[in-house]
């Protein structure tokens, strides 16, 4: 069992910058991969990010590609998302999961656990 709890979400104006957090806890935490995910009023579940088990690998969906970082810290077994030049477009529920096995890593069938999510805002 994974249990994840997200923080860090909030209102921002276009432009600026927050920093997601996902605190991790039961299973070893390098053991799984992890991701974020968003989801906008009225819209799927979109892919924002992943990273592997070691930290060793990354990738981004292209609409935050070059404005965010995923990464994992394994001293205090918290994932994180730090969100750069953020835009309108990114407002929505962000949450992280965790994935214990294979596949595609921007497929949320993928993922077997999740957090509760965290509302980013980001005002024109």
């Known amino acids: 069992q994974v249990q994840l709890v997200e923080s860090g979400g909030g209102l921002v104006q276009a432009g600026g910058s927050l920093r997601l957090s996902c605190a991790a806890s039961?299973?070893?935490?390098?053991?799984?991969?992890m991701g974020w995910f968003r989801q906008a009023p009225g819209k799927e579940r979109e892919f924002v990010a992943a990273?592997?088990?070691?930290?060793?690998?990354?990738y981004y969906g292209n609409s935050v590609k070059g404005r965010f970082t995923i990464s994992k810290d394994y001293a205090n077994n918290t994932m994180y998302l730090q969100m750069n030049s953020l835009k309108p477009e990114d407002t929505a529920v962000y949450y992280c999961?965790?994935?214990?096995?294979?596949?595609?890593?921007?497929?949320?069938?993928?993922?077997?656990?999740w957090g509760q999510g965290t509302q980013v805002t980001v005002s024109s």
């Open positions: 039961g299973r070893a935490f390098s053991s799984y991969a």
């Open positions: 999961a965790a994935r214990l096995l294979g596949g595609m890593v921007h497929t949320t069938q993928n993922y077997d656990y």
């Open positions: 990273i592997t088990w070691s930290g060793g690998s990354t």
